[in-house]
């Protein structure tokens, strides 16, 4: 019997809402600790495009002072 027969004579509260529910309670740690990683990763690349970011423009900073003061 596949779900989808099942499924089908529940009224739509149970089908809408009842299992979603049921589905956040028994899998909402899981989803919890995936949503954690993700935001916690995506927070690290910002963090290393920043810096990588900042790194490139110091240096091209430098590279271009000291070139001009070497013209002397």
Known sequence: MAVREM??????WVK???IPVIAV???GGLI??????LVGLL?????FV???GGLIYVVRKFMSSSSSRGDW
């Open 32 to 37: 919890m600790s995936v949503l954690t990683f």
């Open 16 to 18: 809408w809402i009842a």
């Open 50 to 52: 920043a810096l990588v």
């Open 7 to 12: 499924v089908t004579g529940l009224p739509w």
């Open 25 to 27: 309670v028994v899998f």
């Open 43 to 47: 927070f690290k690349v910002l963090i």
